[in-house]
């Protein structure tokens, strides 16, 4: 039962909302896409206009700040946004024209036109760091709608009413603009999400959260009769590494920019930084103390959340080798936890040390040569974001750590912070396993309509017979790649 007052969605209900998700599927996939963005934008703009009813419920039941929702907000809609642009340029469904070549060198070549189609019903189970931009109307929904796929909304139960007020925005704004009653929808209930896992009506599913329970549901997805698409953001430890020279020209202003990024948010990130690795005379160590006492309580998202962070810190801080630097009270909230190790103890204790505490903590891992900070580099598991800081002098160093690091994450950042994740066409938020269930995919920015879409290939297909989007006349006006016989 979700903790809340409003009832978890009942198996009828269910059964309901995957039907009528399952009947239009179709209609819906075959709206020109000029059509669907249209009705993206209109959810956009009903989102906008209302702020002032959602921002103050997610306050009230996320506990984040009135700023960060309603830029978060902002974000949401700039996503939808940003997908109606990917439908009315048309280039997502990758038209190809391959026409007949009787001289074909391996014998005579039919006409082949092949394009990426929606994929069906997807299930988006909702993340509870973002009560927007992960949620309700965020990334997933925005992605797989714009792909042409009706969306079930498995609700975070640590925002029901949240989830449910944005889901009626999102109903009402989706039916004035001409979309199919049954579109979307949004349900309630941890049995209620995994039913829908289930049902052969889902063609694909989104998952943001924890380890442990995004790899029960994909394991589910691929136990059914039919396996389905699964696509997981799990979890992320996001290693910093600091060479040297970057220490001795800006140490400071990296002992203050580390400290930002691990404790904004209370540490809620999936791009937290949670290790960064400093030379072991880096020298820092007053300021970085100084920056975590200054960061003021912050309540965590929910009651579980809390919990589970107290028990993670509980179980880093006993690790023999690990020194506290700052550590302030949890009981009116969370205060930045800083430890400290090296890599030697990093590398005895990796099962405790490895895995992501999701709150206000970090680890200062020291090194005591180049050799040691490209060993520590090559025992992470796969992560959403690795971070170099280096200077011109180090360039070959940086460049190992690069080399090593590449090959674990889905994002590599040069003299920067893993925290704040554009929304653009070039971005690539995932990695290989455990910090996504498929790395070919992201989650975040416009490549993110993939994940909903598969390819068709037409052969010797009669006009009339083919969909808009590869006849000859291009109805639809989409960028197409044609390649004639040579």
């Not at 880093?316 to 936890?337: H, K, Q, W």
């Not at 992501?356 to 180049?370: D, N």
Request: charged letters at 20%; one cysteine or more; proline letters at 8%.
């Amino acid at each position: 039962m979700t903790a809340t007052r409003i009832p978890d969605t009942s198996p009828a209900e269910l059964d309901t909302v995957l039907q009528r998700a399952a009947d239009v599927a179709g209609s819906f996939g075959e709206l020109p896409p000029a059509t669907r963005a249209r009705q993206l934008g209109a959810v956009a703009d009903a989102l906008d206009a209302a702020a002032g009813d959602l921002v103050p419920l997610a306050m009230a039941e996320s506990h984040l700040s009135e700023a960060r929702l309603t830029g978060e907000l902002k974000r949401t809609t700039f996503q939808l946004r940003l997908f109606a642009e990917v439908l009315a340029e048309g280039r997502y469904l990758q038209a190809t024209l391959d026409r007949a070549d009787p001289g074909f060198p391996l014998g005579a070549k039919p006409d082949l036109r092949r394009m990426l189609v929606p994929v069906g019903p997807v299930l988006v189970f909702a993340a509870s760091n973002f009560p927007f931009a992960f949620s309700v109307a965020g990334g997933d929904t925005a992605s797989a709608l714009a792909a042409g796929c009706p969306v079930v909304l498995k609700a975070h139960p640590g925002h029901p009413e949240l989830s449910v007020r944005t889901g009626e925005v999102l109903v009402e704004a989706l039916r004035a603009s001409g979309a199919p009653d049954g579109v979307f929808r949004v349900v309630l209930g941890f049995e209620t999400g995994t039913a829908a896992l289930r049902d052969p009506r889902i063609r694909a599913a989104a998952f943001t959260g924890s380890v442990p329970a995004g790899r029960a549901l994909f394991d589910i997805a691929n136990s059914r009769p039919t396996p389905i698409p699964f696509f997981g953001e799990l979890g992320s430890l996001n290693p910093v590494f600091v060479t040297p020279a970057a220490v001795r020209a800006r140490g400071e202003e990296i002992a203050k920019g580390y400290v930002t990024s691990y404790s904004g948010n209370a540490g809620q990130l999936c791009t937290k930084p949670g290790l960064v690795f400093l030379p072991a005379d880096h020298g820092l160590e007053d300021v970085l103390v100084a920056e975590s006492q200054a960061v003021a309580a912050h309540r965590l998202l929910n009651e579980r959340l809390h919990e589970g962070y107290c028990g993670r810190r509980a179980a880093v801080t006993g690790v023999p080798g690990v020194r506290v630097l700052a550590e302030g009270s949890i009981d009116d909230g969370a205060v930045p936890t800083l430890l400290t190790t090296d890599v030697d103890t990093l590398l005895a204790h990796r099962e405790e040390l490895l895995e992501e505490v999701f709150g206000p903590l970090s680890i200062v891992v020291t090194y005591r040569s180049p050799d040691e900070a490209r060993r520590a580099a090559e025992i992470f598991d796969g992560n959403l974001t690795a971070t170099v800081h280096a200077e011109p002098e180090d360039t070959e160093f940086a460049a190992s750590l690069v080399s090593r690091l590449r090959e674990r994450v889905g994002r590599l950042l040069f003299n920067g912070w893993p925290t704040g994740v554009a929304v653009s066409p070039a971005m690539q938020h995932g990695g290989p396993y455990p910090t996504t269930t498929d790395s070919r995919f992201t989650s975040v920015g416009t490549a993110a309509i993939d994940r909903f879409l598969r390819p068709v290939t037409y052969q010797n297909v009669p006009q009339e017979l083919l969909p808009e989007a590869l006849r000859d006349d291009n109805p639809w006006g989409i960028p197409q790649t044609v390649h004639e016989p040579k």
